[in-house]
Every structure is written in C-alpha cells, then in structure tokens.
C-alpha cells in the first residue's frame, strides 16, 4: 500500500471516531460496566480498566456526566467518613490513605475533558463534545489505580478480609435535582445509584476466595493467580470481598443459591440458615427474589452489617456464642436490604427512612415469622419504641427532612432513619390491618422493582392498595 492510501485510510479512521463523538447513536438498551481488574495483595491495590456504555435515560440533553470516586473519601485524616469516637475501631492498627487515582479517560476512543472536584476529588465530571439526547449512548473508558486503606471499613482491609466497596467510578443518579453528587457522608449509606449490567474480569492471587455480586462464570488458573469473570445483571452496585481464609457452605433455597462465606468455625451453618429462612420469608411476604446468587459474607467490617446486591458484610465481631442472636437479626435486616433498597432503591441521602425504616420493620416481621408476635412486639416495644422515646426526650427535632448532611451523630442518625422509620410502618399496619399492609409491601416491590422509589411513590402505593387518603397519616410522622 503507497503512503497516501495509507494517510487517506488514517484520515478517514480519525473522521469516523470524530463522527462517532458528536452523533451519538441511539440506544434503548441498559448502562454496562465492564471493568477488568488486577488485585495485588502486597501493595494492597487495584489496578482496573473500565469502560462504560452509558444510555441516556434521564428525559433531559446532557453536557456533561458525573461519576463518583468514593474511595478519594479515604484519602487524608481531616476529612474521613468516620466520627472521631470510630477512628480507634476502624483504623486499629493507625491511619494511612486510601485512594483512586485516575490515569486516563477517553469517551468514544477520544481523550475527554474532565475535572476531579472537592471535597477530595470525590467527584469526576466530564465534559461530553456534544449534547446527547433520551435513548443515546456515549462509551467511557477509563484506566485507574485503587489503594486499599488498612480500614475496618465497607472499603479496606483488616487482618482477615478485604473489602471492595464502592471502590469503582459508579456513576451519579441525574434526576429532578440534577447530578446528584453528594459526598461519602459520616452518617448513613450515602449511595445512591441507578440500575445497571455488569462484566467484571477479576484477576486475585490464586490463594484466594471470592464472595461477590453477580454469578461467576469463568475461573482460570495459572501461575499462582486466577482470573475469574462474573456477570451481573439489573444491579445497583458490585462490591467485592476476598479472603485467604474463607470456608464456603451453600444451599438452595426456592431456586436461589445461598452462601455463606466464614473463617469463624462453627457459625457458618448458622449463619447460612439464618439467611436462608430470611430469603424464603421475604419470597413468600414481599416477593420473590430475582437473583441466582445471595451470599452473606463474615467480614473484618468493624460495625454490624452493610447491604450490596446479592452480597451483604457481616461483622466478625458477631460471630460468637453471646452475640448470637444480634447475628441472626443483622443477617434478617441486611438480607430486607435485598429489597428495600438493593430492588426497590432511593435516595438514601434525602430520604434515608424509607429504606432504613421499611427495612427495619421487614426485620420485625421475619421475628414475628420465627420467634412469635409476642416477641417481635417485645423487640418493638423495648428497642425501637423505647429507644426512640428516650431520643425524643433529649432532642427537638425528628424530623424525616434531614438530609445525611444534616445529622450530627450516630445516635440522632439511628432514632429517626431506622426507629421512627419502623414505627411509621408498624402504625401504618395497625391503621390499613394485616392483609392490605402485605398488600402493599407487594405491590410497591413490584411496581418500583429495579427503579427509584420516593416517599410520595409509596403514599400512592398505599392509598391505591387501601382506597383511603393516607397522606394525613404520614404528615404526622414527618414532622
């Protein structure tokens, strides 16, 4: 081939690319990820490829699109997610950073134009070429590297297990409010995502053992590493722990695959039959699970439990003899956050009761199931009434429009998202009786499946399950 065939066929390869950026082309299908991933034990790091196909579905033109870098939240010791009354028990072994850093970023094979934003460059804005339209797509390829902090945490490592939460550039809901790009908070689960498909090609020393979201598909074995690929479809979040240390039990429960991953002998068995009576309850009160793989995993997670789809964390502080039924409740809390939140998602920013609440009431119901009215009433009565009345008396102010912003400790945070909550949904019960208040846990389950859900989206739930005006009753519990 002569030299000017060959700069024509350049030329012609660069107006295509250009082409491509500025007429985006209309896809009705779903956002995917696909991340390929490298996990190296000694430095305590990831090292990722990422490309995103992202589809407009907002009803808006954007100029731009955002994404979140939670692990920048880890970066310095003035600024961490963590009251300073946590820090002992997050960071025993003392402080050191945890970070992302991105490395290069193309849209549609062209390099983009983005900014890292504060607080800690936890958010990534990039400017698009052109304005894309409902129903196009842009594909957004990034290279990055992810340092693990030696943090008891969602994200980072303790002497047993490494945690991959939130460790990725997720992107930011756009809604009525715009890009939602609200900071890694101290108080709550400051997350909030859309529906997405995954592809994720992860590379892990071969020592080790992986729980994540998704379904394994692949695992390749060879020179001391493995290479595993996994798929996941319809979630809201990937998150990952491994361990060289794992035991993995499992059992199918209406089809659903449950495991349970523990280096604490003699809990795993518990453990897997506590998260498979919480599947099968909330299959048969709330509706079925539409995941293959659920798996409850034993963490060095310092606090309770955390909730990621098809994957929760527990504790291993709970996995003992004298916390044994405060594991089985946790397990039934996180195991509700596979509907209340992980199906049926919010904003857990601006209205962190409706799924804290909703999911702690579920929890209620699953004692009630197993244990008898008589003792959920009693959990009811002594923790979440008790608790929050005692609240009520050294505080003004319990109102439900708090943004996680607004809370100023762990105690205010817990009385009102997760006690008041409950207490909505217990007196909601009482009000509208047994069968209508099933009624509508099914209904909004499957009408707000795989979307975003709204505290005005459940009211109309309830009123169209009811026939009633109940927009009186919730007013009183608001304010």
């Known amino acids: 081939m002569d030299v000017k065939k060959k700069l024509l066929l350049g030329l012609l390869a660069v107006v295509i690319a250009v082409l491509f950026v500025y007429f985006a082309l209309p896809d009705k ?6 991340i ?41 010791e003035e600024n961490l997610p963590f009251t300073k009354e946590e820090l002992p028990f997050v960071y025993p072994e003392g402080f050191a950073p945890g970070f992302i850093e991105i490395e290069k970023v193309t849209i549609n094979g062209l390099p983009a134009v983005y900014t890292l934003e504060e607080p800690n460059d936890e958010i990534l804005r990039l400017t698009l070429p052109r304005e894309i339209k409902k129903g196009e797509s842009v594909n957004i390829k990034m290279q990055y590297k992810v340092k693990l902090p030696p943090a008891r945490s969602r994200f980072g490592y303790g002497k047993n297990t490494v945690q ?38 992860l590379t892990v020393p ?33 998150a990952i722990v491994m361990s060289d240390k794992f035991k993995v039990i499992e059992q199918v429960v ?89 199906l049926v998602g919010n904003n857990q920013i601006r209205e962190s009761w409706l799924d804290e609440g909703l999911t702690e009431y579920t929890t209620l119901l ?16 002594l923790v979440i009434e008790g608790g929050f009345n005692k609240f009520v008396n050294n505080s ?18 817990t009385n009102i998202a997760y006690n008041k909550g409950a207490m909505v949904f217990y007196n909601l019960r009482k009000l509208i009786g047994d069968e209508d208040f099933k009624k509508v846990l099914q209904t909004y389950y499957e009408k ?17 399950v009811t026939g009633k005006d109940t927009g009186g009753f919730f007013q009183s519990w608001f304010y």
């Open 36 to 76: 390929e991933a490298k996990y190296d034990d000694g430095s305590k790091t990831v090292e990722a490829v990422q490309t995103v196909r992202y589809v407009n579905t907002t009803g808006a033109s954007l100029k731009e699109i955002c994404f979140h870098l939670y692990p920048n939240a880890f970066k310095s």
């Open 366 to 381: 699953y004692i009630e199931r197993y244990y008898g009215k008589a003792t959920a009433e009693e959990i009811y009565r």
């Open 448 to 464: 707000y499946k795989y979307k975003i859900a709204t505290t005005q989206d459940l009211i109309d739930v309830v009123d169209s």
């Open 29 to 34: 299908g779903m956002t995917t990820y696909l």
């Open 164 to 201: 991959l939460g939130n460790w990725y550039p997720i992107l930011s809901v756009y809604d009525k409010n715009g890009w939602n790009n609200d900071p890694y908070y101290i108080f709550g689960d400051p997350f909030y995502s859309d529906i997405a498909d995954y592809k994720v090609e």
């Open 254 to 342: 209406d089809g659903i695959k449950v495991k349970s991953y523990y280096f604490t002998e003699g809990y795993g068995d518990k453990v897997l039959k506590f998260a498979s009576d919480a599947i099968k309850f909330y299959n048969d009160y709330i509706g079925k699970y539409p995941y293959k793989e659920y798996s409850v995993v034993e963490t060095d997670f310092y606090m309770g439990g955390m909730e990621y789809p098809q994957l929760v964390m527990i504790s291993k502080d709970l996995y003992n003899k004298a916390n044994l039924f405060n594991l089985e409740y946790v397990i039934a809390h996180e195991t509700a956050h596979q509907w209340w939140y992980a």
């Open 206 to 238: 071969e020592k080790f053992v992986v729980a994540c979201t998704g379904e394994e598909k692949e695992q390749k074995v060879e020179k001391g590493s493995k290479k595993l690929v996994i798929e996941a479809h319809k979630v809201r979040d990937f």
């Open 396 to 413: 003004a102010d319990t109102s439900f429009a708090k943004t996680l912003a607004d809370f100023k400790e762990w105690k205010e945070y």
